[in-house]
């Protein structure tokens, strides 16, 4: 599918150096409708929507938003630490808001995978479905995702 | 034949060459705003060449409104007052402004496009930004992703700011980065180095400004810088302090105290440093000496979760359960945070808890 | 030359030949902008200026640049041309004399320049060998004709926001429905004032 001018500009504003150091797209050369929809069909099979994950990824940063120099540990299993560093980032998406620079690292002891995210993550999986590419800094792939919030 | 085609070909070219000509003409006229006088606060007249939004046509002119994203309308960081010639409210601003804001005539200074003449009004603090050259002269290793950089501005400039203030840092392209990005930093030198200022700076991960210069700057590179931004300075009276700050915070307070130790005070003051392990901490023997210098210091920091190999027998936990065995008279102390949003609201809440008063809890919360 | 007076000409493409609801031109950027009634007046009000103008302007070609020329053929690549560089002046006088109405309209201003109805009016123009001061007639009558669709089909819209509609038809669904519907009672029009 042919990219149009918007997707244009938001690849442009996802490439390193522009918002954050690697860039969201990692080495990942398909075009960014590709990555969302191929996302969207893991999401589709594991029966979780993105909204749900969103949603359970901020009640980790909440839960570890005051425990700021350490970690908390939710539900026997889930050890989550939120910090935060100074200033806001745009969205690549250009709509108005900034987002803070805090940066959740959770590890489910039960199976052992650690994911880390940032408040941007959690906006680019709500409004608008992106997991970042392949190889990206804070990419998140939906099926460890998954596996880590909830198994 | 030929012929025929060549002079249809030629018809068709003349026609679109006189309605291009055309549109030219028009764009020159009408995108042409001519000369439009600024008029800040009633006192200052700018005049700049019309056609640009009013926060770079400001910025050309070496006056500096506060801007997160650019000017690209993402940040709302760029409000001002317009009395007159701003035009109509724009969709673009909405989103920013409070009804009481749109009454009161704020504006978003990156949408306005300086058509005619327009008369604003900006804070005194705001007009006092000027943009700044300076030349690296020292860089100090504090902790593994913690440096201290000094700044001398040129020959001859100096800088005014308070302590507690903070500064917008320019970056050059490097690397993968080809564009320019400015981020905030507070000052940690004293206001009285006039010829200079010192930044600490945490290296974020992902983050283009650290990153560049954690590992691209040297002493003598030239770099500049925008400021002195921010309302986080010390308040002139004879309250007891609180100061609680962690990681890279520590810069407004060191600011703060070096500013003390050279004007001279008897307040009683605790400065709490939160970390995480012992190789957190830094400038922890600058800090102890001040404990000697004031009439009433201490520095206390606090580890949260000190490795065995640390051999750590300071405070350990959180900071909060300490305050209480400083605290003399809640109602007559002042509490200075910097740091991140997470502690700001735990250790605001632990204060007020304890009988400080909100007014009286000054904080910079990283953004 | 048609036989019939500019006035008659004018009101007949407003409501018996209007050219949205009976000719079904210029569909896109009516589905999409209907969904404010302000924005679908800044808009309509922006087609009929440009048709009215267009139209004579096209008018003006034609007769004295490609029939005496003998370029005729070339009419289509012409009109376009006028069009675009018409609307590209538009543009330009918006956004320094009613910039709230240029962001708002944002990417539909130089849309208007590939609205089918533009292209449609300047052609039935000449198919239909209207004299000068027919086509301005027409053209402005068509624009109004336009904005007429547009601004019933925004005030239907803004009344079926609290409606409930079943899912496979929501959005582009039930908005086609109703311009079917709203085409139908115009067709009640025909015959009465014929303009071809």
Sequence with gaps: MKATTQELKVTARMQPGIITLSGFLGDDTRPLNEIVAD????????????????????????ESWNTYLGGVLLDDKYQVETEVYRGKLPCPYVHPGVFRKAITRLTNSANG????????????????????????????DPEILVKALWD | MILVILKDIAVLAGLSGALALLLVLAQSILNNYGECKININGKRDLTV???????ASLSDKAVFLPSACGGRGSCGACKCKVFSGGGPLLPTEKPFLSQAEIAAGVRLSCQIKVKTDIAIEIPESVYNIRKYSATISEIIDYTYDIKGITFMLEQGDSIDFKAGQYVQLLTEPYGKVRQRVSRAYSVSSKPEDRDRIQLIIRLVPEGICTTWVHTQLKVGDKVSFTGPYGDFFMRDTAADIIFVAGGSGKAPIKSMLEHLQLVGTSRKMTYFFGARTLRDLYLTQEMKAFEQVFPDFRYEPVLSQPQPTDEWHGKTGYVMPYFKEVLRDPQNTEAYLCGSPGMIDAVTKALLELGLS???IYFDSFG | MMDISSFLLFWAAIFTSN???????GMCSYLSVSREVESSLGLGVAVTFVLTFTTALNWLAYYYVLVPLNIVYL?????????????????LLLERYVPALYYTL???????????AIFGVSLFMVIRNYNFLQSIAFGAGSGLGWLLAILMLAGIRSRLKEKLIPAGLQGAGIILIITGILALAFIGFSGVAPIQ
């Design chain 3, 106 to 116: 944002g990417i539909f201003l130089p849309l208007i320049t590939v609205n089918c």
């Design chain 2, 49 to 55: 060449k019309g056609g640009n939004n009013l926060l």
């Design chain 2, 358 to 360: 909100k007014d009286k």
């Design chain 3, 19 to 25: 050219i949205l609801l009976t000719n079904f031109l």
């Design chain 1, 113 to 140: 995978i650690s994911v880390a995210w940032t408040a941007l993550s959690i906006h680019l999986i709500a409004e608008h479905g992106f997991f970042e590419g392949r190889g990206s800094a804070f990419r998140l």
């Design chain 3, 75 to 91: 009419q289509y690549i012409v009109f376009i041309i006028v069009i675009a560089a018409f609307v590209q002046l538009l543009e």
């Design chain 1, 39 to 62: 996302d969207a069909a893991t999401l589709a099979r594991l029966e979780r929507s993105a909204e749900e994950i969103a949603q359970r990824m901020q009640y980790f940063t909440d």
